[in-house]
């Protein structure tokens, strides 16, 4: 079993992603959805929790191996950024989504110096918008991103582009394709419930159920 093919089935497992083409969710964007993606709920379940951590530090340990620091989206990338840094003994800082409207007026939380080499942790790529925002606040702050790490992403195409554009790596430990390949397989989903959620990968925004 491949560690793509891993996480994915212990996300199923907990039920941090579930399918339901038959009566789709509503996402806060508006958009209908056959998925719903709540990778906070594996904090709850202690063994996938290591080993999803595991995962995150290996792939940063492998592909970002000049990171000297780790930095958490808020909210739900900063557990994971806080565990996975622990266990590689580097700096740890988070994002705000927005500056502090009280004291320092922080943004990003924690002690960094200009020049450190961050690799940002992120739980959930969807059009990858808000996530290459928080880059943008890094370089602002005089940080260089090496690069994002994820658990899951979408694999959207606006998001492949927005982070080619933005000059960003991105790795995520899982993924749509391999997610859906896994439902197949399990029998979770049928072959024509396949069809719906493909192409509902290919236009998200416009998808009529």
């Not at 110096?113 to 059009?127: M, R, W």
């Not at 990858?128 to 979408?154: A, N, R």
Request: aromatic share 10%; glycine share 8%; hydrophobic share 40%.
């Amino acid at each position: 079993m491949t560690n793509e093919k891993a996480v994915a089935e212990k996300l199923l497992q907990i039920n941090a992603i579930r399918l339901n083409p038959q009566q789709p969710f509503t996402w806060a964007s508006g958009w209908k959805s056959p998925i719903y993606c709540d990778n906070r709920k594996t904090l709850s379940f202690p063994y996938t929790r290591d080993f999803i951590k595991s995962e995150l530090c290996n792939i940063i340990f492998e592909q970002f191996p000049d990171a000297n620091m780790i930095a958490g989206v808020a909210t739900a990338g900063i557990a994971w950024g806080a565990m996975a840094s622990d266990q590689l003994k580097l700096p740890f800082i988070y994002v705000r989504p927005k500056p502090k409207d009280h004291g320092l007026g922080n943004q990003v939380e924690g002690y960094f110096e200009t020049g450190q080499k961050v690799v940002v942790v992120e739980d959930l790529i969807s059009t990858g918008k808000s996530s290459l925002q928080v880059c943008e606040v890094l370089k602002k702050e005089g940080l260089q991103v090496e690069g994002m790490v994820s658990i899951f992403t979408y694999g959207f195409p606006v998001a492949a582009d927005a982070f080619a554009k933005a000059g960003v790596t991105l790795k995520s430990l899982t993924n749509y394709e391999t997610l859906i390949a896994l439902a197949i397989e399990k029998g979770i989903v049928s072959t024509q419930e396949e069809n719906t959620l493909l192409n509902w990968r290919k236009d998200p925004a416009g998808w009529n159920p």
